[in-house]
């Protein structure tokens, strides 16, 4: 039972256009959320994050919106660079612990 | 400040063998948590220490255990080993256990083969 999806392994996108990835979940018990980013052989990158009370966090070129009501997230990476090509992971919570639920991750590429 | 580091960073065992693997997690962080990462079953909660204590507990074989010392570093160990445990192992840091804002940080990962 997957409790955090990520529904698209994969998204070309054009350099200075934007890259939009989507999440979802169905465990309403999380209320804590995170996209990380990921190289081969490497560890997870923390990017950016959003708590259950929000609707939307934005960090330079990232933006992470959640619909509590869908029970789904995204992350909107404007504008896009041949460097953020890499895997994408998105994670939820709970409040009682750091117990991180992965969503199996989708490969983004970023065309010069 | 220094990032959360793992030794070592490649290993290679043959079955039936044992492990143990370190982490030590950024300087004044005091949660560290480890993740299997395999290509069928992606990232994996494995466990969670704080203050020397286990918090959380994902769903592994009791072959797979841990433990942090009073500096906060942190070991992990898997017993007879299995083809299955090959995987790349991921320790993560953060300053509190649970709560809001409070993001986890990746070291960059033991690889474990088992031949």
């Known amino acids: 039972d997957q409790q955090v999806k990520q529904n698209s392994p994969s998204l070309s996108v054009q350099e200075g256009r934007i890259s939009i990835l989507n999440c979802d979940y169905t465990?309403?018990?999380?209320?804590?959320f995170l996209w990380y980013k990921k190289y081969p052989a490497e560890g997870p990158t923390f990017l950016i994050s959003i708590s259950s009370i929000k609707d939307k966090n934005e960090d330079g070129r990232f933006t992470v919106f959640l619909n509590k009501s869908a029970k789904h997230l995204s992350l909107h990476i404007v504008p896009s660079q041949p460097g953020d090509s890499a895997v994408y992971f998105c994670a939820a919570s709970a409040r009682a612990g750091n117990m991180l639920t992965f969503g199996g991750g989708t490969r983004l590429m970023v065309k010069p | 400040k220094a990032g959360v580091t793992q030794t070592p960073r490649y290993l290679i065992k043959t079955r039936g063998q044992q492990v143990t693997l370190s982490c030590s997690p950024i300087?004044?962080?005091?949660?560290v948590s480890w993740y299997q990462q395999t290509p069928g079953q992606g990232l994996q909660f494995l466990f969670e220490?704080?203050?020397?204590?286990?918090?959380n507990k994902g769903n592994f074989p009791g072959r797979f255990s841990g433990r942090q010392f009073s500096n906060s570093r942190s070991e992990m160990n898997v017993s007879t080993l299995e083809l299955g445990d090959s995987a790349l192992y991921l320790c993560?840091?953060?300053?509190?256990?649970?709560?809001?804002?409070?993001?986890?940080?990746f070291g960059p990962g033991t690889r474990l083969t088992v031949l």
């Open positions: 220490y704080f203050s020397e204590t286990q918090r």
């Open positions: 993560a840091s953060s300053l509190l256990t649970g709560g809001l804002r409070n993001e986890q940080f």
């Open positions: 300087s004044g962080h005091r949660s």
């Open positions: 465990n309403s018990m999380f209320d804590y």
